[in-house]
DNA sequence: CGCTGACCCTGACGGC
DNA sequence: TGCCGTCAGGGTCAGC
């Protein structure tokens, strides 16, 4: 489910539920997600006040003066809030309880996702060795121009490389490929200064929008079924392989790339 | 260092 | 109805 504009909602949404709040206990029904689940990390948790919930890359970060929990969605995670009187679900593998009754609820089917814990001024080796925020000033057509030079990887592998850029997912490479007029199966190091700064644009623009669309659905999402507003956006060609494409009316084609799927069109992208 | 492919896991879906 | 292969929005890691 979630790229960065899931996580995001994510962080929007539980945020008013988790800063100032006390955790009072920690409940993990299972602890085998991409790492196991530190035997010890409920009670490095309990009895801190969450002061803030930031987000890195797609890596929720709760912090407490006792260290940081970091939370990751996998492919298929979410975190809802929820009430600590509703039965726990299929797949609802850990819940954050907090004094004042109210809990956070993690579900993740495929278990990629993680909960970890890093000590107050240190930083997790996950954390470590990552590129910008797509949405920072940092980022930008210089950016990825510079890095790419004498890479002759695929342009969408690039740009879903985290150390280039973090939080660019299959769903958004695609679409901002395809605004861009570029190919995704083109070499990195052969593409000019000017596509790169128009496609910084277009990943900082679909990055953007998305998350936008994402907060009309907040309300619903954390109080209830825990899906995002995913299913309100409207993709341009992520999916809609074989479909005509939208600007110019030709069949979508698909293709792998690092065993993802990319779609694009043959007309309008180069 | 850059790149490729295997792998972690469950569930949905299509073909037979 | 069931079985089987394929695919899914994440990322790490080993090996070349």
Redesign the pocket.
């Known amino acids: 489910?979630?790229?960065l504009p899931?996580v995001e909602t994510t962080r929007r949404g539980v945020e008013p539920y988790s800063r100032g709040s006390v955790v009072r206990q920690l409940v993990v029904r299972e602890p085998?997600l991409?790492w196991p689940v530190p035997d010890d990390l409920a009670a490095l948790l309990c009895g801190q006040t969450i002061v803030a919930v930031e987000r890195r890359?797609?890596y929720l970060l709760f912090r407490t003066a006792a260290g940081s929990l970091i939370v990751?969605?996998?492919?298929?995670g979410s975190l809802r809030v929820a009430s600590p009187t509703e039965a726990p679900g299929?797949?609802d593998h850990i819940d954050l309880l907090f004094e004042g009754g109210h809990c956070l609820r993690y579900n993740d089917?495929?278990?990629?996702g993680c909960f970890l814990w890093v000590e107050p001024g240190r930083q997790h080796?996950?954390l470590s060795n990552l590129g910008p925020e797509p949405l920072s000033a940092e980022f930008d057509g210089e950016t990825l121009y510079r890095?790419s030079r004498?890479?002759?990887?695929?342009v969408k592998?690039?740009i879903?490389?985290?150390?280039v850029v973090?939080?660019?997912?299959?769903?958004y490479a695609n679409e901002a490929l395809f605004l861009s007029g570029i190919r995704p199966d083109r070499?990195?190091?052969r593409i000019s200064h000017c596509r790169y700064q128009s496609l910084a644009e277009n990943i900082k623009q679909v990055l953007t929008s998305a998350i936008e669309q994402g907060g009309t659905t907040l309300k619903d999402f954390v109080g209830g079924d825990g899906k995002?507003g995913?299913f309100a956006r409207q993709l341009l060609v992520?999916g809609r392989a074989g479909q005509p494409c939208k600007s110019c009316g030709t069949a979508l084609r698909e293709l792998?790339?690092?065993?993802?799927?990319s779609v694009y069109c043959v007309a309008c992208q180069r």
């Open positions: 489910m979630p790229e899931e085998r991409r890359a797609k990751h969605l996998g492919m298929s299929r797949h089917p495929r278990r990629f080796p996950l890095r004498g890479r002759g990887g695929p592998n690039f879903m490389d985290g150390k973090v939080g660019v997912g299959n769903i070499r990195a190091g995002p995913y992520y792998r790339l690092g065993q993802r799927s």
